[in-house]
Every structure is written in structure tokens, then in C-alpha cells.
């Protein structure tokens, strides 16, 4: 079975709105077989939606449109795909009393504009809305000789918590009760440390095209992440393949692998730290970066003390008691200055750990001695300190992010108990 999702809507077209639809409904449908063959979005214009639906309805077996379902003169779905099927729209009486109730249960009656969302074409059946105003759709389109057979389309009000109830509800059994497909399971799997290709080079063959399972790289914020898929018959052995290929990879990538899926960085140091100890921060160049990531994961009061920005060399010696011999002697972005910091964080905090960034983010600031993405990092312990040096690619945002994140995969190493890994 092959799907194309379509979206609707000139916000997604203008790129005013991120379509997280269809990314969505393509993982549920790779979960029962069902491959999505294409994403489709074109703007509130009825003749563009409905030479997309013929277009889309010619090539796949499944089409989910997503929104225009409103009851404003820019919804125009329901009316397209009248169109194209060469039926009228007509009133479910059932579905208008529902809308009445639904507004008078708000104190309010109901606009006359509304009772557009009641409306369907005629032979279509609709999708009961728990969670919203607007009717969905469910027809067969059937196709003209060469084509033959017909294109099963659903269409999906664009609220991404009515598609989902929506879609759970009633496409989902739909989907599943056609059958006839493979199971597509996936996993992701996420590294931090080492750039693509050196990872490549060690998964080897893991990565070759024609393998199934197939492991790929994306790159996002300095994060390299393996994407696993798995499509087999049966869901048992998509399972059994899966984790068998995401063993091998954490064989080939050891600790460099620090998560999978929707797990953080910050959310793994966050579990280490919960076991070993307390941390602390002192930031320059950052602003309060590695601070903020930490404090982003719920309960991180368990582990987070305290968090210092000192960004000019006043405040890091005024608030950490970084000497003015050493600023002068050696300048903010240096390993005495970063190790002053994060000592005095730890001593100050009292905490297990501390973490200590100062570098040169950009544009401006750099030297032939110096350049722009200099960073020194700092990491205290019960029983050490350390000071490294790194220089950081991209512009300011991806230096300033990828020093915190830096930070963070260094004291992930220390809790664990190895050495640096990058």
C-alpha cells in the first residue's frame, strides 16, 4: 500500500507555520505497512487543491488530505474535492445539531458560518470530530481505465489534536483492516562528538543502501542521529531485525551513542547527575547556555545549584574572584582564566561538579592567536580539574551551541567514568 499526504493551507506554503502533520501521519502509517510515497502542500487556492488531489489520488492507493476545513471563505477542501468527485455538498442534519449543542454548551449560539463544516460531498461518508467543529471526510475516488481501481482519501481537519483523534478514531482501523503491507518499525539512535563521515567509516557496512535494515545520518545542531528503518511482514520480525541492526550500531559507536529517539543530551547528563552528584555553572561566551539546557529537563532542581554568567571580565571578577592578574596576564578566553571560573563555581556552589565555557562566539573578536570559535571549557570533580581548548565552526548561534553542548558531552563522559571521547 503507498500514501501521499496532502496539506493544505497558505501559512505552511508561506513557511509561516512548520507542517508537523504530515511528519506525524507518516510514522503512524509506516507502523502498519502503509508507505508514504510523497508529502504534498499547496496554498488555499480550490483549483490547486483539487489538481492535487487528482494528481496525488493517480499515484497512490491512500490519500490524507489535511486542513481547509474551516468555516472561513479560505477553507475551500471540501469544496475542491466536490469537485473533483462531480458531487454536490450536502448538510448532515445529525452534524449541525451537534455543532448547536457544542455552542450552547459555551454560552453562545452558533454562527451561520459554521454550518459549512456540516457539509460533505454527496456519497461521501464523514468522520465523526471529537475534538473539534469540522466534519471529516472518507470517499473512494475511483480511477478511469488505464489506472483502475480507485484511491481510498480521508480528509482531516489541519488542528494537529483533531487529525490525530481523528486518525486514530477512524483511519487507523481503516488502514489496517486493507492490509497487504509491510511493517515499517524505526528508531533513532543519537551521537554527539564525532562528525558524520568518521561515523560512517565506523559503522561500515551497516550503512550500505540495499540493506534492511537501513541506517542513515541527519545532522541537526551539531547532533549526528542514525535513523534505523526496519520494514518487514510482520511487526515480530521488523522488531527482531530492529534491534538487532541498532545493537550493532551501538557496537561500532560504544559511548559516543547517548540516546535515541527523544531523548536530550541534557536529559542523559541529567539521569547521571541524579546518581552521582550536583553541578554548577560559570559562563561567558554561552550566556547561560549549558545552564538553561540543564534547567530545561523537568526536576532538574535535584542536581542544578547554581549558574553564574560573567560575561565581561568585571563579573567574572567581581562575582567568581577571578584575579585581575590573571584577566590581564591571559585574557578572558584562556585555560587559567576558565579553570579560576569553574573552581570557584564548584567552591562556591559546593556542588560535585562544575562546568566553565569562555570563548570568542563572533563575528567580531577574533586574532591570528585567537580566532573566532576559540573556546576554553572547564570541568571540575571530586578529583580533578581539567581545562580544554577547542575551536568551534559556524557562526555565532552554532559556536555558542555547540560549546554547551560540548560541555555537557564532556561531563557526560566524566559521570560515566571514561575519558573525553572527542
Known amino acids: 500500500m503507498q500514501a501521499i499526504i496532502l496539506s493544505i493551507g497558505d501559512e505552511l506554503v508561506l513557511g509561516q507555520t512548520i507542517d508537523t502533520n504530515s511528519a506525524w501521519l507518516s510514522q503512524q502509517l509506516a507502523q502498519v505497512g502503509c508507505a508514504v510515497v510523497a508529502h ?102 475511483q480511477r478511469a481505465v488505464p489506472l483502475g481501481g480507485g484511491c481510498r482519501i480521508m480528509v482531516v481537519p489541519g488542528v494537529p489534536k483533531e487529525m490525530m483523534r481523528m486518525f486514530d478514531a477512524h483511519l487507523l482501523p481503516a488502514i489496517r483492516a486493507a492490509g497487504g503491507g509491510a511493517v515499517i518499525l524505526s528508531r533513532t539512535l543519537h551521537t554527539f562528538g564525532l562528525g558524520e563521515s568518521h561515523l560512517a567509516e565506523k559503522l561500515g557496512k551497516l550503512m550500505n543502501r540495499d540493506r534492511n535494515p537501513s541506517v542513515g545520518t541527519t545532522v541537526s545542531g551539531g547532533i549526528v542521529s542514525l535513523r534505523v528503518n526496519a520494514r518487514f511482514d510482520s511487526a515480530d520480525e521488523a522488531q527482531r531485525q530492529l534491534e538487532s541492526t541498532c545493537a550493532a550500531c551501538r557496537e561500532a559507536l560504544g559511548d559516543l551513542i547517548f540516546g535515541q ?19 554548577s555553572t560559570a559562563e561567558s561566551c554561552t550566556g547561560g547556555l549549558v545552564a538553561k539546557m540543564l534547567t530545561d529537563v523537568p526536576g532538574s532542581s535535584r542536581y542544578f545549584s547554581y549558574g553564574w554568567v560573567t560575561y565581561a571580565n568585571e563579573a567574572k571578577h567581581n562575582l567568581l574572584g577571578v584575579s585581575d592578574d590573571l584577566l590581564n596576564q591571559h585574557g578572558a578566553v584562556s585555560e587559567p582564566v ?48 581539567a581545562a580544554r581548548r577547542f575551536v568551534l565552526p559556524g557562526d555565532r548561534e552554532m559556536i555558542r551551541d555547540r560549546a554547551a553542548k560540548t560541555a555537557l558531552g564532556w561531563l557526560r563522559f566524566k559521570l560515566m567514568g571514561i575519558g573525553p571521547m572527542f
Do not use: C, H
Open 40 to 141: 504534498v502542500t499547496v496554498a488555499d487556492d480550490q483549483k490547486e487543491i483539487e489538481r492535487a488531489i487528482v494528481d496525488a489520488s493517480a499515484r497512490s492507493d491512500w490519500l490524507i488530505v489535511s486542513g481547509g476545513l474551516g468555516p472561513t471563505e479560505d477553507d475551500l477542501t471540501r469544496q475542491a474535492l466536490a469537485a473533483v468527485l462531480g458531487e454536490p455538498l450536502e448538510l448532515q442534519q445529525e452534524w449541525v445539531d451537534q455543532l448547536n449543542r457544542f455552542f450552547r454548551a459555551r454560552g453562545r449560539a452558533m454562527p451561520e458560518s459554521n454550518r459549512i463544516q456540516a457539509m460533505i460531498p454527496r456519497g461521501a461518508r464523514a468522520i465523526a470530530n471529537s475534538a473539534g467543529t469540522a466534519l471529516g471526510i472518507d470517499v473512494t475516488l
Open 261 to 279: 529517539d527523544g531523548q536530550s543530551l541534557q536529559e542523559v547528563v541529567g539521569e547521571l547527575l541524579r546518581e552521582k552528584g550536583t553541578v
Open 338 to 385: 576558565v579553570r579560576a571560573m569553574a573552581e570557584s563555581a564548584r567552591q562556591r556552589s559546593g556542588s560535585s561538579y562544575s562546568l566553565a565555557i569562555s570563548g570568542i562566539a563572533g563575528p567580531d573578536g577574533g586574532s591570528d592567536e585567537k580566532p573566532v570559535g576559540t573556546t576554553w571549557i572547564a570541568l571540575v570533580s571530586p578529583d580533578s580539574t
